[in-house]
């Protein structure tokens, strides 16, 4: 989406949404005598200073978000390829050319950081794993709620990972309040609606600890990190 103008003895550029060419920096010959173009927007220039090449930069912001400068904390793709991130404050989407942004409700503004992780639910919602308070976002009104709901079994939980059915992987537990030790503890997949137990059996609490991540591979494994160590689940083991 960006123009080029060639004269004699100048390079413009334009970029979609600018009013009027701007000479290009990068090259100072004083003529400009061809031009040779490539398939995918590269081209050549024959000039009085050598030979120059243009490609696009493989790394570049994408062009809605050229303005934004601000730390991205975490991002997350959900089903429907939207990307979804926090920053300056704000839960950002982008699809293709579109960019939307929604204020964090407080005290989540204050403090973005405490938002670790993004996670889109089966049900189309975005939970945000935040320290204190997860949220969970609808895009659909754009409004913020309550995140995960405890089972009436224990008194903490934690999002982990998606897993490959889409669905939300869980870890619940209750702890003794002298020593914080684990005394109590399921992992569940969670679909936004209601949650189901794992069919693969939790690893042992003691060797893993409070986990922290979930990453399910395509081959149907599943590793696990805590705070005391990490678990892999392979060939029903």
Known sequence: NTSWVLTSDALFRQASGETKPMEDPDVSARRYYDMAMEPGGTFWLATSAGLFHYAPPIWRNP???QQLNSLVHCLANDDAGQLWFVADGRLHSLQGETHREFALPEPATHDAQSVRALFPLKDGTLLLDAVENPLRFNPDSGAFGPGLHLRDDVRHVKPLG?????SLGVQSWNSEAAT?????????????????????????????????????????????????GMAWYHEKK
């Open 180 to 228: 914080g030790k684990c005394i109590t503890c399921y992992f569940d997949r969670f679909d936004g609606v209601q949650y189901q137990p794992l069919a693969e059996p939790p690893p042992d609490p003691d060797a893993v600890g409070v986990c922290s991540t979930l990453f399910a591979a395509r081959n149907g494994d599943l590793w696990l990190s805590g705070d005391k």
């Open 63 to 65: 062009r809605p978000l």
């Open 162 to 166: 998606r897993l490959r059915d889409g």
